[in-house]
């Protein structure tokens, strides 16, 4: 039984549409060997961050640590917009204790920075972060620093966020990139990480920076998990609604709108790993279950081009000792 599950899981995983969409957590919950829930409490004392919890996917994370007993520090640019969709939960006072919100324009190192040594020196520890936030914008625009931005904000930000809090994170703790399916379809922009040879194209752009999301996991494993013994995991979240969605590809959340997965549904793998420590990092994930990074081989980097991919964040992420 346990293998007609399995295969039942890649089938859907390779038709792509059923296993994106909310047939698949559907289907892969009743299936026997879904990984369990994390018991109640399983985060009970343990600080989470949450960047982008102010909108779809980062909000039913953010709202999910809480449930879980844990600490949530919503990292936001718009606090006042986090203030309503907090308010919007009707916590008890009990729960509103356990929430902070930090203000940080992730497009922005100055910002970054900032909010990295506020969120260092008041937590006591970190149990992990999902770095969620996200965009997939129509035109080419830059971060304060000048970086191509879908770039900056899936990678430059979350490694400068993390390597500043890496002293605060305890063994075992889960840094999760929340990344897309779409990478499968491109390629680690090695020669141009920066979008500045070609017409720009936003889903491009997009996919590439959620490309560098994975194909950095090894490093960044390596990297964090000798400093403190952190996880570095990435997952797709499939297709879900979300305001994001239905602003950055319209067309698509109207043809795909009755199938789309909730926003718990699509956040509820980076949620269960962050309750998971142990689970041995550097892998992607999506429903619960590790899957491969590559779909082509023409998307594989080699050893070089990722080193030189990593030299190149390195410098924009201002990190001299890489
Ligand atoms: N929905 C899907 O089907 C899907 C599929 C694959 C991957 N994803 C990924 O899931 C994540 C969440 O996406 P979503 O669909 O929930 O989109 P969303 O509704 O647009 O939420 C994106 C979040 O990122 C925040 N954000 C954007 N730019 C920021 C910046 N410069 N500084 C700080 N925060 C910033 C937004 O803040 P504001 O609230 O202030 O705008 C918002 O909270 C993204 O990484 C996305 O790529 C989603």
Known sequence: MADLASTLDEL?????????????????RRARGWPADP??????????????????????????????????????????KMAGVVAGWGLS??????????????????SV???????????????GIIHNAGALPAQRQETAQGVELTMGL????????????????????????VTSGGMYAQALPVDDPDYEV?????????????????ELLPVLQRRWNAAAGVEVQAMHPGWARS???DTSLPWFARVMGPILRSPEDGADTAVWLV????????????????????????????????????????????LGDR
Not at 12 to 28: C, E, F, K, Q, T
Not at 165 to 174: D, H, I, M
Not at 198 to 214: H, T
């Open 243 to 245: 305001p994001g969605l």
């Open 198 to 214: 070609g017409d720009y194209s936003g889903v491009i752009a997009y996919a590439r920076s959620k490309r560098a999301q994975v």
């Open 154 to 177: 899936h990678v430059i930000s979350p490694v400068v966020l993390t390597e500043a809090l890496v002293p605060l994170l305890a063994p075992g703790s889960q840094v999760v990139f």
């Open 93 to 110: 006072p009990e729960e509103a204790e356990r929430v902070t919100v930090w203000r940080c324009d992730l497009a922005d190192l100055d």
């Open 39 to 80: 018991p109640p409490g399983a985060l009970r004392d343990r600080h989470v961050v949450v960047t982008g919890a102010s909108s779809g996917l980062g909000a039913a994370a953010a709202r999910a640590v809480l449930d879980l007993g844990g600490h949530l520090h919503a990292v936001v640019r718009d606090v006042d």
């Open 113 to 127: 920075n900032a909010c990295a040594s506020e969120l260092f020196t008041a937590l006591p520890a970190l149990h």
């Open 275 to 318: 309750a998971q420590p142990g689970l041995g990092g550097g892998r992607l994930w999506h429903d619960r279950r590790p899957r491969r990074t590559h779909l082509a081989s023409a998307t594989v980097t080699s050893a070089p081009d990722l080193d030189r991919f990593w030299a190149w964040v390195c410098q924009q992420a201002g």
């Open 12 to 28: 859907l995983d390779r038709s792509v549409a059923l296993g994106y969409s909310r047939i698949g957590p559907a289907v892969r």
